[in-house]
């Protein structure tokens, strides 16, 4: 059974860093897309960085040159590392897993994981 496990939130000041990290188990496939996705309250749950198997990433602009997705395919490891965090960026951060199967691909989510700064 495939799970996908956020760590590393927290309480930080604006302007302080966190990283987190996201573990993606049991699956027998090649895990192929992991992304992170945040949701603020009042707010639809938003794409935020995203990395392929082939190492491409991408991120929304609002983090762009402050956040910096990374990956390890040998552990299906996803980090997000967060620098010069705001108090917009407080929310709770998601891990997506996109596992492709013989007859199409399917979607694993974490449990989130809250990242609040304060101002």
């Known amino acids: 059974q495939v799970q996908v496990v956020e760590s590393g939130g927290g309480l930080v000041q604006a302007g302080g860093s966190l990283r987190l990290s996201c573990a993606v188990s049991?699956?027998?496939?090649?895990?192929?897309?992991i992304d992170w996705y945040r949701q603020a309250p009042g707010k639809q749950r938003e794409l935020v960085a995203a990395?392929?198997?082939?190492?491409?990433?991408n991120y929304v602009d609002s983090v762009k040159g402050r956040f910096t997705i990374s990956r390890d395919n040998a552990k299906n490891m996803v980090y997000l590392q967060m620098n010069s965090l705001k108090p917009e960026d407080t929310a709770v951060y998601y891990c997506?897993?996109?596992?492709?199967?013989?007859?199409?691909?399917?979607?694993?989510w974490g449990q989130g994981t809250q990242v609040t700064v304060s101002s």
């Open positions: 997506k897993a996109t596992i492709k199967f013989l007859l199409g691909q399917r979607d694993y």
């Open positions: 049991g699956s027998t496939s090649r895990v192929n897309a």
């Open positions: 990395s392929d198997y082939d190492g491409s990433t």
